[in-house]
């Protein structure tokens, strides 16, 4: 029997598509039969025979999450436990943006959720030419600096060219690297030479188990203290989709985060005509219970209080009023992974 599979092996590519899955199947599981059958001597009983026999049948093979190590950062213990990245697409406003820091800020202490605020300074990567962008590098740092302080929280914000990581890590706590950027070589190594901290987030286009590449170039040029998040894949055209294997597969490499607002995310779909994208935010909640089922460590979402009237991805932002509710949801699957 074994004989005749290494020859079916070497010649299977030569069979009919319809026929050559179902044929190895069958074959492969009277092979597993046959030489349990042949070596059934080695059995004490029909009993125990019959015992291998049923488990070896029902036994499925689980993969879990990889134990990896943890790192500090303003002293929250990464991969120790859920944390949250949250706060408006873009500063809006200093007033807004420190609002919004310390609103969300006191849900995450109410519930002890370890937290780092979230903002844009500039969204350089805005579909049309005449949308809004931010206040900028020099007055976006100084507002995220001075909501650091004020709030009492982590800061991360993204950077889109090399020569601005120097300020931008002298500001903020984390440096993000943006999906369509995560391939970028210099602006990788340059984060690694000045930020404390560097959260890549996986390209649509970019596979998770080659997300490790990004991840060497960032390790060999000095800085271990890096996280992927996962913000879905390319589907189609203007359409995302989760692959939630992703975040085991990313884990192997780094702790994980996911972004349940930006992949839900609709990207540059036209809505109402306009050149924006859309966002189905119906499915944040959904999204974000089955990656904390799947084990990540982090949750990443784009919250606001007036997501209609936000100036950048309104669309698929989560309504602060129900941030609460959420994240409720989210540590009860934690702790039921206990």
């Known amino acids: 029997m074994q004989a005749f599979l290494q020859i079916l092996d070497k010649n299977i590519d030569r069979l009919n598509a319809e026929i050559k ?41 689980f993969f879990k999450m990889p134990n990896i190590p943890s790192f500090k950062l303003d002293g929250l213990n990464i991969s120790s436990g859920l944390f949250l990245i949250a706060g408006p697409c873009v500063i809006e406003s200093e007033a807004h943006a420190l609002k919004m820091a310390e609103e969300i800020s006191a849900v995450a202490r109410k519930l002890q959720v370890p937290y780092i605020f979230k903002a844009s300074y500039d969204k350089a990567n805005r579909t049309s030419l005449h949308s809004f962008r931010g206040p900028g590098l020099e007055e976006g740092l100084r507002i995220l600096e001075k909501i650091g302080k004020e709030a009492g929280v982590p800061v991360l914000t993204d950077v889109h060219e090399a020569k601005d990581v120097p300020a931008v890590a002298e500001a903020v706590d984390v440096v993000q690297i943006p999906a369509f950027l995560c391939r970028q070589t210099d602006i990788l190594v340059a984060a690694a030479k000045y930020a404390k901290s560097i959260n890549i987030k996986k390209g649509q286009f970019v596979s998770p188990w080659d997300m490790r590449h990004a991840v060497e170039k960032v390790r060999a040029s000095g800085n271990d203290n890096i996280v992927l998040t996962e913000r879905g894949s390319s589907f189609g055209y203007n359409n995302l989709v989760v692959d939630m294997r992703s975040l085991a597969i ?24 306009k050149a924006v994208s859309g966002g189905q935010p119906e499915y944040i909640p959904l999204l ?29 932002a989560l309504p602060l009023g129900d941030l609460e509710a959420v994240l409720n949801e989210l540590l009860a699957i934690k702790s039921a992974l206990k």
């Open 21 to 61: 899955v179902p044929l190895v199947m069958v074959l492969r599981g009277f092979d597993t039969g046959w030489r349990r059958w042949v070596h059934r001597r080695d059995y004490k009983s029909a009993e125990e025979f019959q015992a291998d026999a049923m488990a070896t049948e029902n036994h499925v093979s």
């Open 250 to 273: 990313m884990r192997q490499f780094a702790p994980v985060v996911f972004d349940a607002t930006h992949s839900i995310q609709l990207p540059s779909s036209g809505v109402g005509g």
């Open 288 to 316: 974000a219970r089955a990656a904390v089922a799947a084990g990540v460590d982090g949750v990443f979402m784009e919250v606001h209080d007036n997501p209609a009237e936000a100036k950048s991805d309104g669309a698929n």
